[in-house]
């Protein structure tokens, strides 16, 4: 049911956008930013749930607790990326957009350094 209302929310937010486009194309763009954010916001208020399973799931399999935050905050910074840049694009600017991009896979791997340390320091280990 939460599907059918984040559609609903996007088809009334093209429509609108749309026809508002024509006369004043600045309200328009910011009629599908702020549609953005409130689908995003409904969408990260669902996740919740998930990462509270996922924290759940890692103290039970005795999963170090720094290496799910870094895989919560990669695909945190994942998402956020991916939205910034389409906004990006859909103002026309292409350009950053993929600046955006970039940004965030940078960052993203950054970020993976301590998980890939410690997945070379097991091959390491299992090497004779």
């Known amino acids: 049911?939460?599907?059918?209302q984040i559609v609903c929310i996007g088809i009334v937010a093209v429509v609108l956008s749309v026809t508002i486009k024509q006369?004043?194309?600045?309200?328009?763009?910011?009629?599908?930013i702020a549609t953005g954010l409130l689908i995003f916001i409904l969408i990260v208020v669902k996740l919740t749930s998930v990462?509270?399973?996922i924290k759940t799931?890692?103290?039970?399999a005795d999963i170090d607790a720094a290496y799910i935050g870094i895989l919560l905050k990669i695909v945190?910074?994942?998402?956020?990326?991916?939205?910034?840049?389409?906004?990006?694009?859909?103002?026309?600017?292409?350009s950053i957009a993929s600046k955006i991009e970039l940004a965030g896979k940078?960052?993203?791997?950054?970020?993976?350094?301590p998980i890939i340390s410690s997945l070379l320091d097991l091959v390491v280990k299992l090497m004779p």
Request: with cysteine; glycine share 6%; net charge negative.
């Open 106 to 113: 940078v960052t993203i791997v950054i970020l993976a350094v």
């Open 51 to 53: 990462i509270e399973f």
């Open 76 to 94: 945190g910074i994942a998402y956020i990326a991916e939205f910034g840049a389409e906004v990006c694009k859909d103002a026309g600017e292409s």
């Open 57 to 60: 799931f890692s103290r039970k």
């Open 23 to 32: 006369q004043k194309p600045e309200i328009a763009l910011q009629v599908s």
């Open 1 to 4: 049911m939460d599907i059918l």
